[in-house]
């Protein structure tokens, strides 16, 4: 990272703009959004993720500012965040496949408590890492682990998807805003995703976008009476527990 609000690109001499990734000339910045949700994410991710221009975790770190990031690690436990998991003013939830969908539904058909916050904890990494993320965070094994149903494949043409049901994790965010009626923030989320995979596409193959985006024109004016951070303003997290936004 660099102080002037670009970064190296993964592999490749381009400078990037330290907030979504892009080459220079294909940032989105103007576009981020500050998606106002109750909903807490807490992601846990693994290093191999950080700086990937292709991770979508980086869209929910720009756009919601209560947003924690932890970088995991199999021999250091993220201290920040096992603080967190014991917060009783917080009742986290670990989203995996093989969670229990009825605690879902049990959450959307009763009122949160107002003194504990649900949290949604989030493996940001592939399909592969996640699990062995799972398997080798002691932490974790007491965290109620709770699934929800996508209502359609993933769109994220940019990594290729063992299945059909597996989603990124900003897909995973955008489904569970949709299920708890957070309709704005999901919709907002959404339309600020497709804006970076179809720029993040032009920009792979070197070209400008051939067709205007829709979303582009929603999320200019879903900032106006909004604040739009700077690309220097909200980097990537990379130390642990940083909140972005």
Known sequence: MTSQGHTAARGYRLRRCSTCYLPSEWCICACTPTIHTPVQFWLLIHPDECLKPTNTARLLGASIPHTRFFPWYRTA???????LV???????????PQGDATLFEGLRTRPWLPDRMPAFVLLDGTWSQATKMLHR????QGIPRMAIQPRAPSTYRLRCQRCAQHLSTVEVAIA???????MTASRVLHAYFRVFAETCMAARHGHPLTKSLPEMAQLLAYNSPHTTPAPDECPLPLQEGCITG
């Open 137 to 140: 965070s002691p932490y974790l």
């Open 176 to 182: 569970l805003l949709e299920q708890l009626d957070e």
């Open 86 to 96: 014991s917060d009783r003013r917080f009742l986290p939830y670990l989203l995996v």
């Open 77 to 83: 436990p993220p201290a920040g965040f096992i603080e």
